[in-house]
C-alpha cells in the first residue's frame, strides 16, 4: 500500500521563520549518502530521485511557523532536507538544521510529529484514519512562539 501510494502520511512541523505563502510544493530530487564518518545523509541533489512534499501553513508566529506536510514520495530525511532547502528547516534538527538556533534554544528534540496515517482497509475497504497527540514537548513550545 505504501508503494503505491495508497498510503496518507501527514506530520506537523515547527519551522523556523515564515514562509511567503500559505500553502507550497517543494520538489526537489533528494540523493542519500554516507559522510566519511559513516553517517547517513540525505542532500538536494539534481541526479536523486525524485521527491515531492506538500506543505501547508497551519499557525504562523513572529519567528516559527506550524507546519502541516503531506509526502507523495517517501524518502529518507524528505520533509527535513526539503523544509530546509526551502529555508525553513525544523526547529531542534541536528543533521539538516540552523544549529546555532537550535543551540540558542537549547532545543531537546526535533520538533517533527507523525500527526496522522491513512488508508483502506485491507480486507474490508473502510477508510481508516489514526491519529497521534502532538508529544508535550512540543506542544508546550508551540504554545510559547506560535499565537
Do not use: C, W
Not at 507523495?72 to 526547529?91: D, N, S
Not at 507523525?114 to 506542544?139: C, D, I, W
Request: glycine residues 6%; hydrophobic residues 40%; charged residues 30%.
Amino acid at each position: 500500500m505504501l508503494r503505491e501510494g495508497e498510503v496518507e502520511k501527514v506530520y506537523l512541523a515547527v519551522a523556523k521563520g515564515i514562509p511567503d505563502r500559505p500553502a507550497f510544493e517543494v520538489r526537489e530530487s533528494l540523493h542519500k549518502y554516507v559522510t566519511s564518518e559513516g553517517e547517513r545523509r540525505v542532500a538536494v541533489r539534481e541526479d536523486g530521485k525524485a521527491s515531492v512534499t506538500k506543505v501547508r501553513v497551519v499557525k504562523a508566529g513572529e519567528a516559527f511557523s506550524l507546519l502541516e506536510l503531506r509526502l507523495l514520495t517517501g524518502r529518507t530525511h524528505q520533509i527535513r532536507v526539503h523544509l530546509e532547502h526551502a529555508g525553513h528547516p525544523v526547529v531542534g534538527d541536528d543533521k539538516y538544521g540552523d544549529f546555532p538556533l537550535n543551540h540558542q534554544l537549547k532545543a531537546k528534540r526535533l520538533m517533527l510529529h507523525a500527526s496522522t496515517l491513512s488508508f483502506k482497509h485491507p480486507l474490508s475497504g473502510a477508510a481508516l484514519a489514526f491519529k497521534a497527540p502532538v508529544p508535550e514537548e512540543m506542544k508546550s513550545f508551540m504554545k510559547q512562539n506560535l499565537p
